[in-house]
């Protein structure tokens, strides 16, 4: 559903089917405006990579409101040797730990405490499983907002001092239903008259810029694959949205293939691909070590299943022994993320001998830094000796 843009800030879900709304944009008038002049076009194309480079793609009207913590304009990075070991021509790592909170979320947040900057909003809410919520807080924090944050019962104790440290409320709602949080906190908004954050129209259009920076950094050339994780769906569909986008504009001709992943205590999307529905049916019990990642009953679930079919790609569901063996082999290539950010890598590593990579270039985008839930997955072992070269040499060379 298409909703008029002064709605924009009352109108979270689609009043019909209920989930999130889309937001169109005049595709012509950018082009005109930023593509049209072969000078403002040289100068765009040329700017260094990052999320506000973007801003005619974003519902934002008055740009002296931006809140910015100069998000975005992460590294894509490519480590030869894996080539050779998943048989492609490029792998390329989009790497978002690398964020100012940690995460992709920032993409999001910085359009919606923007939105709320510009509608002159005091106080702000949102239901999160930690990454959301602890981005939201800091941005929200920047702007000088109030800030009150919902978690289910499960997230990792990092994600929970980051959100205190930004000075945000946090309640713990005893659920481990991602998708009851979220309701409650869109009652919350409605009785209490904050302004709603989370899954919804802003968020979705800031997250777009993860899709624009990987062509971006690809010189405008777009890969064979994109392997992203499945939450709530909206990070998948807003890295479809962006390709659709670029392609209106004619920046771009071909469309890359969308892979989702989602872990196996946990894949409604996946389940309705196998399916061949649109229709998500819920998890009841959702069981998995991507708690990031762990939501049941997804409001963009229908988006994320259209980003998939309409790209030619397909869905995997991996297992927490396969997120966490990905999550470890990315770590000792130099990245280190949170379960939820290797599930990608795990889905690739699943179906590399499934199908032809030969000559394809795919990209991975790794969501979340590790320092997010540092300790899942490993057994730490601590060596302590005694200040003695002896007992030195005798430990290096034997471990
Ligand atoms: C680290 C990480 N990866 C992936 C996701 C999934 O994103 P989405 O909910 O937009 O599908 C999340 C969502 O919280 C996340 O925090």
Not at 230 to 246: D, M, P, Q, R, V
Not at 331 to 344: K, N
Not at 365 to 375: R, S, V
């Amino acid at each position: 559903m298409t909703s008029p843009p002064e709605k924009v800030n009352i109108l979270f879900r689609c009043p019909d089917c209920k989930s999130g709304l889309n937001a169109i944009y005049d595709y012509d008038a950018i082009q005109i405006s930023l593509l049209g002049n072969p000078i403002i076009r040289g100068e765009f194309l040329r700017r260094h990579v990052h999320h506000w480079k973007y801003l005619s793609f974003y519902p934002i009207q008055d740009a002296t409101k931006v809140v910015s913590m100069a998000e975005g304009g992460t590294p894509l990075l490519e480590i030869k040797r894996i080539n050779e070991e998943i048989g492609c021509a490029y792998l390329y790592f989009k790497y978002e730990g690398a964020n100012p909170t940690g995460s992709f979320k920032d993409r999001g947040s910085t359009v919606e405490i923007t939105k709320a900057n510009e509608i002159n909003a005091k106080s702000v809410i949102c239901a999160s499983t930690g990454n959301m919520g602890a981005s939201v807080a800091a941005y929200a924090a920047m702007a000088g907002l109030k800030c009150t944050i919902l978690i289910p019962e499960r997230i990792p104790n990092e994600k929970l001092a980051q959100i205190f440290a930004y000075g945000a409320k946090i309640i713990q709602v005893k659920t481990n239903l991602y998708h009851t949080v979220q309701r409650l906190s869109e009652q919350a908004a409605a009785k209490f008259n904050y302004y709603l954050l989370g899954d919804y129209i802003n968020r979705t259009e800031g997250e777009k810029s993860v899709g624009f920076e990987i062509i971006d950094q690809l010189g405008w050339k777009p890969p064979d694959y994109v392997f992203c994780p499945i939450g709530t769906g909206t990070l998948i569909w807003a890295i479809w949205k962006s390709f659709i986008e670029l392609k209106e504009v004619n920046l771009i001709e071909k469309l890359p293939k969308i892979i989702g992943v989602q872990a196996k205590g946990c894949s409604p999307v996946i389940d309705a691909l196998a399916r061949d529905s649109l229709k998500i049916n819920p998890i009841e019990n959702p069981q998995t070590v991507a708690s990031a990642i762990s939501c049941p009953d997804p409001i963009t679930g229908s988006g994320a299943i259209l980003a998939i079919q309409n790209s030619n790609g397909f869905g995997i569901a991996v297992t927490d022994e396969e997120i966490i063996k990905a999550r470890k082999k990315l770590a000792q290539i130099g990245l280190f993320t949170e379960p939820s950010g290797a599930v990608s890598y795990a889905g690739l590593l699943k179906i590399q001998e499934r199908i032809d990579l030969k000559n394809k270039n795919i990209v991975c985008i790794l969501t979340g830094h590790g320092l997010k839930d540092a300790q899942t997955g490993y057994k730490i072992e601590k060596n302590y000796i005694d200040p003695d070269i002896d007992a030195l040499k005798e430990i290096i060379f034997t471990q």
